[in-house]
């Protein structure tokens, strides 16, 4: 069955074409056919990139080297409906499209980030459903309206066949009270839902899911730490199988030092900055979320490599400490969250910086002997590193890259078919 | 239909202000001024009040960048052939408006709905002069356009509902809160505040309460986030006076009759924060000293 998987953002729409069932699952012999993006909607031009891929998701690390590179262009794209036409439209071309006509795609799955208490898993996206998603809005003002443009988008193009949501949040439904609510009255939860919700589960699932295949032990015996480091950071403890405590919160603000984000704070301190900088909610808001964390600490950039660069070849002190906080919270959190199960058998580091830096892998996890986590340096640092162990103490230590779209497609198809989906 | 591509006609303060706010909600903007100059000093314009977002932490200079990108200039109609709305924002000029109304008509798509900025001149008359009285409104922004979350959509006599409903929605898109009123001296906001102010003019004047306390009373009494005087100081005390001889001259009243004491301050120079004094005086940082 091929699987239409989109991931719609305010100005981009990434797609994957899946071609998957349940039985394809089982064996695990599912392939990613082709893969695109439609960067700058609504810019002149905007730009889009398209690659034939044809490759086994779970094989697909170790070989992204030896696919040719993807066709970029510049087209003009008005919106998010043109996009995903420009997307149907690589997908079906003569030359260098992997199927002869989008009637073949069978089913969509979409990522919405937002799934409030309503979802705890993923759903076919239905009537009520979608009015539940609507409601989801004001949680994630910044990224569902986009999601459901993609909804919307792909109804119009296709009306008749299954459209399935899938939630960044549904993963973590499993926390438990203790662990979600914040220490705030607790008619303020009831009123308005405040309270911890969590991200990027996709991304927490997939590794979880991942390193019990690669260690050949069912995560449900497992006590896991997923650390997702990307744009966004997260940390999640999956206590066999199940996650019980996340490092984002109400927003994807809270826990870990990001790129541009503070994580953790004291909640006073937007408040006195609104008094002594005389600056409004939308302007504390976005110092908080654009130009605090790396960014903000080490004045020198939001990306990780660059900020390692300014630290080690040009010494300079803030970069340092930027990393040095980053990594801190990470070391904080593994102790926090091993405490939290009782216990830990391995951590999975995911995501652009997760999969990439060794040096962010090593500095987190020092300190960490006593739990018997040991990085093997040798193995942390070797170049073709994609995916694998890179511990040599008790509990093992991983890279994992992560694959969020094969979750949305495998959930699309579970959906469909009215398989238990978590 | 959702507004793409906006056309402003005047970059100055309140066109450059304009169109610093589509191009943030991620509409194509193309601003007409006269010369090659006036649109570059339009974009320094822009980039000056971006910077001051970016110092009050509201916007990062990659935003900053993308903002800009989407605003163009032309010193002929170029570009206006593809705009979805048209808002003019010169100078408050009947000749000059209907001139600029006859000649973008000629140039913009025929569905576009043509918009003034205008406070004091009739939309009727405008509406009549671009052809076009039915998708002709007024919308009456509030400087400094970025940080005033309110526009008034002023109806002519012809305006029709979709045009006001095209109007609406771009408003919401830009973050406003849209208010309808039909073409009447001073609209809403200007016909009730300019004899607030008066009114706080003459308290001070007869000297029943200091300025400060005035304001203070005003604020900490009426729930009005700044005072009367202190407002009218932003505002500045020649567009005060300007607005009022204007409400006074067209609806008759005496109650719109200019205080002497604004009279005077203008006579004397003291127009407020531009000026760095005006009922209080100002550091330079138009902070209130």
Redesign the interface.
């Known amino acids: 069955m091929k699987v239409f998987v989109l991931n719609c953002g305010s100005s981009s729409v990434k797609y994957q074409l899946i071609d998957t069932d349940l039985e394809k699952m089982e064996k695990q012999q599912e392939v990613v056919l082709a893969r695109g993006s439609v960067e700058k909607i609504g810019l002149v031009p905007s730009s889009s990139s398209y690659q034939v891929v044809q490759e086994n998701p779970l094989f697909l690390p170790q070989r992204q080297s030896k696919l040719p590179p993807p066709e970029k262009e510049t087209v003009e794209i008005v919106d998010h409906i043109a996009a995903i036409r420009h997307a149907i439209k690589c997908l079906t071309n003569e030359k260098t499209g992997v199927m002869r006509d989008a009637a073949e795609i069978q089913a969509v799955g979409h990522r919405m980030v937002h799934g409030g208490e309503k979802f705890k898993k993923s759903h076919v996206i239905d009537k009520e459903v979608l009015r539940n998603i609507q409601e989801c809005v004001e949680f994630a003002p910044l990224h569902n309206p986009h999601n459901l443009r993609g909804y919307y988008a792909t109804y119009d193009l296709f009306p008749n066949i299954p459209q399935v949501a899938v939630f960044d949040t549904a993963f973590h439904q499993t926390m438990p009270p203790y662990a979600y609510l914040y220490g705030l009255p607790y008619a303020i939860y009831q009123k308005h839902g405040i309270r911890r919700y969590g991200f990027h589960g996709s991304s927490h699932r997939y590794v979880t899911y991942r390193v019990g295949q690669l260690c050949g032990v069912n995560p449900d015996q497992l006590r896991i730490i997923t650390v997702h480091l990307g744009n966004g950071c997260s940390m999640t403890a999956v206590d066999h199988g199940k996650s019980i405590d996340t490092t984002m919160g109400f927003t994807p603000l809270e826990g870990l030092l990001m790129g541009t984000r503070t994580g953790d704070l004291d909640a006073s301190v937007p408040l006195t900055l609104m008094v002594k900088e005389e600056i409004s909610v939308a302007e504390v808001n976005a110092m908080m979320n654009k130009h605090s964390g790396l960014y903000g600490i080490s004045g020198v950039s939001n990306d990780m490599r660059e900020v390692i660069m300014a630290a080690t070849e040009q010494k300079r002190d803030r970069a340092k400490i930027a990393i040095d906080m980053f990594c801190y919270r990470i070391t904080k959190y593994v102790g926090a969250y091993t405490a939290a199960m009782g216990g830990l058998d391995h951590v999975v580091f995911t995501g652009g910086i997760g999969e990439n830096s060794p040096l962010i892998r090593e500095l987190s996890m020092r300190n960490l002997e006593f739990l018997g986590i040991e990085v093997d340096s040798q193995l942390n640092k070797m170049e073709n590193m994609v995916e694998g162990k890179i511990s040599k103490g008790k509990v093992g230590v991983w890279v994992v890259p992560t694959n969020e779209e094969l979750v949305i497609a495998r959930d699309t198809i579970r959906a469909i078919q009215g398989v238990n989906c978590s | 239909m959702t507004v ?1 591509n906006l056309g402003i006609i005047g970059g100055g303060t309140m066109g450059g202000g304009i169109a610093e706010v589509a191009a943030k909600s ?1 509409i ?1 903007v193309v601003i007409q001024e006269p010369t090659v100059a006036l649109g570059e000093r339009a974009i320094r314009g822009i980039a000056a009040s971006l910077d001051e977002a970016i110092a ?5 200079e990659s ?1 900053k960048r ?1 903002i800009l ?2 605003i163009k200039t032309t010193d002929s109609y170029k570009g206006f052939e593809k705009v979805d709305f048209v808002i003019e924002a010169i100078v408050e000029s009947t000749e000059k408006k209907a001139k600029v109304f006859r000649e973008v008509s000629q140039v913009c798509p025929p569905e576009a709905v043509i918009a003034t900025n205008t406070s004091t001149i009739s939309i009727t008359y405008l509406g009549a002069q671009s052809g076009r009285p039915k998708q002709f409104l007024g919308m009456h922004f509030q400087p400094p356009v970025p940080k005033k979350p309110l526009v008034e959509l002023v109806r002519g006599l012809e305006t029709s509902d979709e045009t006001l409903q095209r109007a609406r929605q771009l408003a919401e898109v830009m973050g406003k809160t849209a208010i309808e009123v039909y073409e009447w001296p001073g609209y809403a906001t200007t016909r009730i505040i300019i004899p607030l102010i008066n009114e706080a003019m003459y308290v001070v004047m007869e000297n029943v309460a200091s300025a400060a306390d005035v304001d203070i009373a005003m604020s900490k009494g009426c729930g009005m986030q700044k005072g009367p005087l202190h407002l009218a100081d932003e505002m500045g005390l020649d567009a005060v006076l300007a607005q009022s001889e204007h409400l006074f001259r067209e609806l008759g009243d005496l109650k719109y009759r200019p205080c002497p004491l604004l009279k005077k301050m203008v006579r004397a120079g003291h127009l407020g924060v531009k000026t760095g004094r005006g009922f209080f005086t100002y550091n330079h940082e138009n902070k209130r000293e």
Do not use: L, Y
């Open positions: 793409r991620a194509n009050k932490w509201a916007i990062t935003e993308a990108s989407r």
